[in-house]
């Protein structure tokens, strides 16, 4: 069964950083892009980062310069680096893979970051 598996999160004061990694099962096969996305209390989920296979990344305004998402392809797995965080990155974050040959989507379980002032 196809499954995204994330890492790390937590908590931590504005200016902290926090890294994220989540490693998507080999079920998935060939992956078109991966990236994260995030949602806060009473709000709808917004694209964090994305890279796709060519290794082009494209970032939330929010987020660019502060943020780096990195892949391992051979071992599935992405990465983001969360450096200078502010209160407002305070969300729930959660990985996202597209299947090249499907175009389906699959999400991880989301795992929580708090950014304290």
């Known amino acids: 069964q196809a499954q995204l598996v994330e890492h790390g999160g937590g908590s931590v004061r504005a200016g902290g950083s926090l890294s994220l990694s989540c490693v998507a099962s080999e079920s998935i096969g060939s992956i078109a892009f991966m990236g994260w996305y995030r949602q806060a209390p009473g709000s709808q989920r917004e694209l964090v980062a994305r890279i796709y296979n060519d290794g082009t990344t494209k970032y939330a305004d929010s987020v660019l310069g502060r943020f780096t998402i990195s892949r391992d392809l051979p071992k599935k797995t992405v990465y983001l680096q969360m450096n200078s965080l502010k209160p407002e990155d305070t969300a729930a974050y959660y990985c996202?893979?597209?299947?090249?040959?499907?175009?389906?989507?699959?999400w991880g379980q989301g795992t929580q970051v708090t950014v304290s002032s």
């Open positions: 996202n893979v597209r299947s090249h040959l499907s175009a389906s989507d699959y």
